[in-house]
């Protein structure tokens, strides 16, 4: 049957078409990163290969943003990879696999303002600016949060940690993962309490509204889990 028909699974029409389109938005390590030449790289990127090579498709990575990642997955693209956490709302949109990772928010900041900035409360003070990439999780929690405080929205996730280092904001909110990860990077920064985030959340991975296709997905996310594939993937990138 050709794709789009009505009683079809995704599933059907991926293995039909041979490949397997992967929504991403390449700003996100440790999970996604795409390059100045274009090239992918992170844990999800390294797992969507071996999503690609059980299905017996190729992978074909396709760009996206955090403000349009819960609407492109069913049009541009088959499913959605790279840091995705769970929402309550994007689920009222799409499905999603069994989670692969807990994760939360905490705050990354410079080393020498880490004791400054250890609870909210001493956070969302005047004075104080929060820099945040807009579209996801990070951006609600923020907003929800920070009433005091000066919210900093800066497109680029890419370059937001630059902008911490250079002193034009104090801090950023993000997932406890991230902050691990540009700490590592970048011996200036610190990770604020990363084992105890002010959150709990879970990352999955984001399909369309289709059964089948998400019973198939989860049954490879929980093999990857289990037999080893997920350990040695991520390794090199979680430590
Ligand atoms: O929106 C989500 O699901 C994310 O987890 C992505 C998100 C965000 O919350 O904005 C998380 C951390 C990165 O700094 C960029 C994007």
């Known amino acids: 049957a050709p794709e789009g028909h009505g009683a079809q699974s995704r599933l059907d029409v991926v293995q039909a078409r041979g490949e397997i389109r992967v929504c991403s938005t390449g700003d996100y390590r440790p999970f996604t990163y795409r390059d100045a030449d274009g090239a992918w790289s992170g844990i999800d990127i390294d797992l969507a290969g071996d999503l690609a090579r059980r299905l017996g498709v190729r992978l074909q990575l396709v760009q996206t943003t955090w403000k349009a990642i819960a609407d492109d997955v069913g049009r541009k693209c088959d499913l959605a990879m790279g840091g995705v956490s769970v929402t ?5 949109k799409g499905f999603y696999t069994v989670p692969y990772l807990r994760d939360g928010k905490t705050p990354i900041t410079l080393c020498e303002n880490e004791k400054r900035f250890q609870t909210l409360e001493q956070i969302d003070q005047p004075g104080v600016r929060a820099i945040v990439n807009p579209g996801g999780t990070n951006e609600q929690f923020a907003d929800a ?3 005091r405080a000066t919210i900093v929205r800066h497109p680029d996730n890419n370059t937001i940690f630059a902008e911490i280092l250079a002193g034009r ?10 902050t691990r990860w540009q700490a590592k990077q970048n011996p200036r920064l610190c990770a604020v309490h990363p084992d ?5 959340s879970e990352k999955a991975y984001l399909l369309p509204r289709d059964v089948v296709f998400k019973e198939w997905a989860d049954q490879w996310l929980h093999l990857a889990l289990n037999d080893g594939t997920y350990a040695r993937i991520a390794k090199p990138w979680l430590g």
Request: glycine letters at 0%; hydrophobic letters at 45%; aromatic letters at 8%.
């Open 145 to 147: 949060n920070l009433k």
């Open 169 to 178: 904001a104090d801090l950023m909110i993000t997932d406890a993962t991230e």
């Open 88 to 92: 309550l709302d994007r689920a009222k």
């Open 196 to 200: 105890e985030p002010f959150t709990f």
